[in-house]
Structure formats: C-alpha cells, structure tokens
C-alpha cells in the first residue's frame, strides 16, 4: 500500500533537536512511502542545521520523493502531483499549514493526522506547551481522521503521558512522538481494512491553544503565581523564551524553582511564593547559574 507523509513531526516549538518516529516506522514497515511533502522549503538555522531537514534528509536517503507544497502554481497544480503518485491513504504529523478538502479527498482511505493531545482538548498548534503552561499532570496523542475544521475529526486511538513536574518540553515531545507512531502502526491495519470504527469529538468539549508569540515571554511577578509562572518558563522554553531583568541585566531564565523563603536571585510572586532562579542567560551572554551571575555583578 502507498502512504504519502504530510509535516516534519515538529510536535513543539523551540525543540533543541527533531526525531521522526512516525516516519522511520512507516519507512522500516511493509507499506511504501511514496512522497514526504512539507509546506515550504525548509528555512531557519539550529545549532548549524534547519530541524526540518532531518526528514527531508531521511527521506532522500530512502529515495523518496520530497514535495514542497508552495513550490506549485496553485492547488490543482499541487494536488495533480499528488494523485499522479496513486497512493491510498496519508498520514500528518505536524504539517504547520490546513490541508484543503480536495486534497484530503484525493486519498481513498484519507489522511490520518497524529495530534499531541487528548482531543477534543488542546486542538490548535501549541496543545504541548498548552498543557505545560496550564501544569497538567497527564497529557497524551490522538490518531485522528483529518477533516478542514481544525483537529476535529473522528479519533481512532489515544494514548495517555503522565507529565512529571521536571519534565522538559523537548522529553514530553519526544515520549508523545514515539507513542504516537507506536499508535499509528498498531492501527493502520485496521484503519485500512475498515474494521475501525473511531468516536466522533465532543465539540461541547473542545478546547484551542493559541499561537505563542514573543509578547508572551516577559515575566510578570505581579499577575501569576509562583508555580504558574514556572509552568511558563518550562513551556516556553526555546521560545518564545521567559525574560525579565536581574540586578539592572535583561536576562532569559531557563530554570527555575518555586521556594516560600527569599533569597538571592529570587522574585516575589502574585500568590506570596518565590520563584527563585537557577538558570539564566545574560544578555549576549552565556547560560551560568544566578549565584555565577550575581557574583560577577558583585
């Protein structure tokens, strides 16, 4: 059977680093991947090379075709492309762009969409920073039929991650990855023969997440409680980044933890409590711990 790939499995935004579990398991699987297609040419540099190119990488190493949707004229051009390759069904997994209904319809067995939350909660594009920032303690990844609405389409499966307090963005990404393809290859057989049969959304239930953006990095003691504003700090991580100003410095801070007592380097909160830094990154500086800092202010 012929699979066409949609997205870069980028579940987060800021990672230090991309895995694309979804995509290597389809490619070590019985089933052909005939193309990956990414919205646009990857661009953007981390640490010397752009996340995106890691699939676009693999791909090409496996002699799959890679499309670039906005390299096309227009969407009949695009999706002419894509019925040459008579493929089956598709999957998406972070594709960053809505995918028109004529093109989904181009797929006898429609696109399967891997989706980082236990919908209908968390549809949108941050359901993973969302669900740090609010301090959920249990999070998860849906398999999903794709449809025009946003992340509203019938759910096959779903798994469930319990989110330690500590656990990083970049972990909590890339757990829900693994589960996520682990999910869509215990399924995919069902789903093609038809014995499947998915749930459809509760829409009284659904919730979005909301674009993060560099206005939301700022610190702000007197609005969020101690632990709210960690939460933040964790999700924001890699950006847009949480900032503030220490001993007369614009500083990022990157750890954190929330404390009842004062202390050097720590900030009085809404609810009384202390976030006091561990971590931070001095403008145009390097990241130290906030004694390093306070220290060489001294």
């Not at 906005?70 to 019925?83: M, Q, V, W, Y």
């Not at 008579?86 to 797929?107: D, H, N, R």
């Not at 970049?170 to 998915?198: C, D, H, R, T, W």
């Not at 993060?212 to 847009?240: C, V």
Request: aromatic residues 6%; contains cysteine.
């Amino acid at each position: 059977m012929k699979i066409v790939f949609f997205g870069n499995e980028q579940l987060a935004q800021g990672l230090v680093r991309t895995i694309t579990p979804c995509f290597d398991a389809l490619l070590e699987s019985e089933y052909e991947v005939v193309a990956l297609v990414l919205p646009r040419e990857p661009g953007g540099r981390s640490r010397g090379k752009s996340l995106e190119m890691v699939i676009v990488e693999k791909a090409r190493a496996k002699g799959v075709r890679v499309i670039f949707a906005d390299s096309f004229a227009g969407i009949e051009e695009f999706n002419n492309a894509l019925g040459e390759l008579g493929a089956e069904i598709g999957v998406l997994a972070s594709f960053g762009k809505i995918v028109k209904k004529s093109t989904i319809e181009l797929f006898p067995g429609g696109i399967l969409n891997i989706h980082p939350s236990l919908l209908p909660k968390y549809r949108g594009t941050t359901p993973i920073e969302t669900a740090i920032m609010n301090g959920d303690s249990v999070t998860g990844v849906s398999l999903m039929g794709l449809v025009v609405k946003m992340d509203a389409g019938p759910v096959y499966a779903q798994a469930s991650l319990e989110v330690a307090p500590n656990m990083s963005k970049q972990e909590i990404y890339e757990k829900l990855a693994s589960l996520g393809a682990g999910m869509l290859m215990e399924n995919l057989p069902f789903i093609v023969s038809g014995e499947a049969e998915p749930w459809v959304q509760d829409e009284d239930r659904a919730t979005y997440t909301q674009m993060l953006s560099r206005d939301m990095s700022q610190i702000k003691p007197d609005e969020y409680t101690a632990e709210q504003i960690l939460d933040r700090i964790r999700a924001f991580i890699g950006f847009p980044k949480s900032k503030m100003e220490l001993a007369g410095v614009k500083i990022t801070v990157v750890a954190a933890k929330v404390s009842s007592e004062p202390s050097d380097g720590a900030v009085r909160c809404k609810d009384g409590m202390y976030l006091e830094l561990l971590e931070i990154i001095p403008e145009n500086g390097k990241r130290m711990t906030v004694q390093a800092f306070l220290n060489g202010r001294k």
